[in-house]
C-alpha cells in the first residue's frame, strides 16, 4: 500500500487534490504495536522533496508551481491528523511541524506566505498531544506568532484568527486553563475579521464557561447594534445543546433578547428577529413553563389577554341567561289544577334543573245524552249536549249485550272527514 501512496504523491501529473488524499492516507497507516509506520514514510517524502541535500534546512519558498504549493500544505495537514489507537497525535508529528514552521523562509519568494504558515498554526492547533512539554512548545509557538502579528501584522490580520483558533481547540480539549479574556480582548481588534474569529471562539467555549455565554449574548443585544450581532444571534440559535442555553436563565440580557424579539432592533431585519426568537425559546425550553422569566411587557401582554377571555366569559354567560329569562316569559302559567298537582308532585331527583312546564291534561266534560229508544240495525238520530252545545249524531245501534246497554258507533267529525267512535251506550 505504501509504495501505491508514495507514487502517486510524488507524480506531478495528477491533480494536486488525488496527491493530498494520498498523504492523508499514508498518514493513517500504522504498524504493529501502534507504529507510525506510514507518518514516518510521510515525513521521509517531504524531506526528500523540500529539504536542502545534506542539509537539517528546509529549501527557501518557492510558490511558482501551484501544484507543488497545494500538495505541500496537504502534506503538512496530513501529518497533524495523523492518530494512534489512544486517538492520540505521535510525538513525530509535533517535531515534524515544530522543525517546518521554524525553517520556513521566504526571503527570495515573490509571493506571500501568510496562507501557509496560517496551514502550519492550525495543523498545531489540531494535535492531540499526551506529551505536557510538546503541549508547551505549541503554546509558545501560538503565543509568539499572535505577539509578532501585532508588530508586523499581516494580510488582514490571518495569523491572529489562526492562532485564536488553535489557542480555542485546545482550551476545549482541556489541555489547557481555559482564558476567555484573550479572546475578549480580540473582540475590540479593529480588524473585522479577527472580531468574529473571537466571537466564534467565545461562542465555542460558552459550552464550558458560563461567563462566554453571557458576554456572547450581551454583544448580541448591545444598543446600538454591533457590526456581528446578526452572526452572533444565528451562530447561537444553531446550538443544538440545551445545557448551553440553561446557562442564560436568568441573565440580564434577556429583557433587551425580548426587545430585539419583538422589534428586530434598529434595522428591523426579518432574520434578527427570526434568530432572536430561536434563542428566547431555546433559554426557556417550551416543556418548561414553571419559574420561567417573564419581562414587563411579556407580562402586561398576558394580562390583557386573560382580562379579554374573562370578559368574553361573562359576556356569554350573560347571553345564555337572557335567552332564558326571554323563554320563560313565552311559557304562559299553568291552571290553578296543574299548579295543585306540581305543588303535591314530588321533589325531582335533579334538584338543579327547573321542573318542566308541560300542558295541563285536558279534562273532557261529561256528554249527557237524551233518553231514546233504539232498535237494533236501526239508525237513529239523538241530540248530546256537550259544552252548554247540542250536537247532532246519527246513531246505529249494532250489538245489544245487555238489556239496558248496547254498543254503538258514531259518526263524529266534519262531511269531509268523518270518523267512527266505538262508545258504550247506557239507555236512561
Known amino acids: 500500500m505504501l509504495p501505491a501512496l508514495e507514487k502517486i504523491i510524488r507524480n506531478e501529473n495528477y491533480f494536486y487534490e488525488v496527491r493530498a488524499g494520498a498523504a492523508s492516507s499514508m498518514a493513517k497507516v500504522f504498524g504493529k504495536h501502534s507504529d507510525p509506520i506510514g507518518l514516518k514514510k510521510l515525513i521521509q517524502i517531504f524531506k526528500s522533496l523540500w529539504q536542502e541535500p545534506g542539509s537539517a534546512h528546509l529549501k527557501a519558498n518557492d510558490f ?21 489507537s489512544r486517538n492520540q497525535t505521535p510525538v513525530e508529528a509535533a517535531d515534524f511541524l515544530f522543525m517546518v514552521l521554524n525553517n520556513n523562509d521566504n526571503t527570495d519568494n515573490s509571493w506571500s506566505d501568510t496562507e501557509f504558515v496560517v496551514g502550519i ?20 509557538q501560538l503565543n509568539r506568532h499572535l505577539l509578532m502579528d501585532r508588530f508586523v501584522p499581516s494580510v488582514h490580520s490571518r495569523i491572529t484568527q489562526a492562532c485564536l483558533q488553535s489557542l480555542c481547540e485546545i482550551m476545549l480539549d482541556g489541555h489547557v486553563k481555559l482564558d476567555r479574556q484573550l479572546f475578549i480582548d480580540a473582540v475590540s481588534d479593529q480588524e473585522l475579521a479577527v472580531q468574529e474569529v473571537a466571537l466564534e471562539c467565545l461562542v465555542r467555549l460558552g459550552n464550558r464557561d458560563k461567563d462566554a455565554a453571557e458576554y456572547v449574548l450581551q454583544y448580541a443585544v448591545a444598543s446600538p447594534p454591533r457590526p456581528h450581532q446578526q452572526k452572533v444571534l444565528l451562530l447561537l440559535a444553531a446550538i443544538v445543546s440545551n445545557d448551553y442555553f440553561s446557562k442564560l436563565r436568568g441573565s440580564s440580557a434577556l429583557p433587551k433578547l425580548w426587545e430585539l424579539m419583538m422589534t428586530g432592533g434598529p434595522s428591523q431585519l426579518a432574520r434578527l428577529k427570526l434568530s432572536a426568537i430561536k434563542v428566547y425559546n431555546r433559554v426557556y425550553n417550551f416543556s418548561k413553563s414553571a419559574s420561567v422569566f417573564l419581562p414587563t411587557a411579556q407580562a402586561q401582554a398576558q394580562s390583557s389577554h386573560k382580562q379579554k377571555k374573562r370578559k368574553k366569559q361573562e359576556h356569554k354567560e350573560e347571553r345564555v341567561e337572557r335567552h332564558e329569562n326571554h323563554d320563560r316569559k313565552r311559557h304562559k302559567p299553568p291552571r290553578p289544577e296543574r299548579q295543585q298537582a306540581m305543588s303535591s308532585a314530588p321533589t325531582p331527583a335533579r334538584a338543579s334543573q327547573e321542573p318542566r312546564c308541560e300542558p295541563p291534561p285536558v279534562v273532557k266534560p261529561a256528554v249527557r245524552v237524551c233518553a231514546v229508544e233504539l232498535q237494533p240495525s236501526e239508525r237513529h238520530r239523538i241530540v248530546l249536549e256537550r259544552d252548554s252545545r247540542s250536537y247532532e249524531w246519527n246513531v246505529t245501534c249494532v250489538e245489544q249485550k245487555a238489556k239496558q246497554t248496547m254498543t254503538v258507533f258514531l259518526k263524529v267529525g266534519s262531511k269531509k272527514r268523518p270518523c267512527r267512535r266505538k262508545a258504550a251506550w247506557k239507555d236512561s
Open 64 to 84: 511558482w508551481d501551484v501544484s507543488q504549493y497545494y500538495v505541500k500544505r496537504g502534506v503538512i495537514a496530513a501529518v497533524a491528523q495523523s492518530r494512534d
Open 121 to 140: 498554526l492550525k495543523a498545531l492547533g489540531s494535535l492531540r498531544l499526551a506529551n505536557r512539554e510538546a503541549q508547551l512548545r505549541v503554546l509558545e
